[in-house]
């Protein structure tokens, strides 16, 4: 006598007494969910806002301000100061972002992360 497969309410056909497809579906969601929860908390530990940024974009800005609170020198990070005012850094996130750091001769301190289009436009003489 061989067992027969039951319906479940979802729709899906199986044996056993739950819908193991649902309820892989259901982790999913929920460990995205968790997720995506995480990510947005984390946020909160940010010296500036990145919270418009490309997911790519907040984890290298990340990385580069840890390197800057350990006290790296913004040269590691390929860092230029600006010619009109050399109290500005300019370091490169990717090709398109640009973190804004200002000099406060001990330490750096973080301004913001512009995209490279908003960088060009804030200098001078261009």
Known sequence: MSKRKKRFPCGHRGYGQICHKCAAIQCQREQRKTNKVEW????????????ELPKNVVLKARTIIQGLQEARNYRDFHGKRLRHDRFIISIPVTRNYRL???DYGSFLNPEAVVSHEDYNVCKPGR
Not at 40 to 51: G, N, V
């Open 40 to 51: 947005e908390a984390a946020f909160a530990a940010d010296p500036i806002d990145l919270t």
């Open 100 to 102: 804004i750091c200002r």
